[in-house]
């Protein structure tokens, strides 16, 4: 429920946090199926999860602790999960496919630096 004397300042700041964080999610996923190859989509969807929903959490931040409708804690907890996760989930898919790719011998990709040698 929206109190009546909310400030016309953070309407407008929560409004503009939403709104970009809304924006920063639509072009990764846009990223997601515009680019051509594996490596390149990999980029753009973790930028807009991360980014956007940080944007997004930072407008219910801003709503809850001013109204005092309630404690920030959830969303301090989810940006932090999503902070660590996306991160990493991201350096997983793409060793996987690297090493999937040098393995099979696809693509144009950069040689392993251990320099393991093929009997």
């Given amino acids: 429920m929206i109190p009546d004397d909310l400030p016309l300042w953070l309407a407008v700041l929560v409004g503009l946090c939403v709104l970009l964080g809304a924006l920063l999610t639509l072009l990764g996923s846009i990223g997601l ?5 594996f490596y390149e989509r990999l980029h ?3 930028l807009g999860s991360s980014l956007g929903a940080g944007f997004i959490l930072l407008g219910s931040v801003l709503y809850f602790s001013i109204t ?3 404690l ?3 969303e301090v907890l989810i940006f932090i999960f999503v902070s660590v996760t996306t991160p990493v989930t991201l350096m997983l898919l793409a060793r996987a496919a690297l ?3 040098r393995e099979e011998g696809n ?3 950069p ?3 251990f320099g393991r040698e093929d009997s």
């Fill in 33 to 37: 199926a515009r680019f051509a190859n």
């Fill in 44 to 46: 753009a969807p973790t």
């Fill in 68 to 70: 005092g409708q309630r």
């Fill in 72 to 74: 920030s804690v959830h």
């Fill in 99 to 101: 090493y999937r790719d």
């Fill in 107 to 109: 693509g144009n990709v």
């Fill in 111 to 113: 040689p392993s630096r």
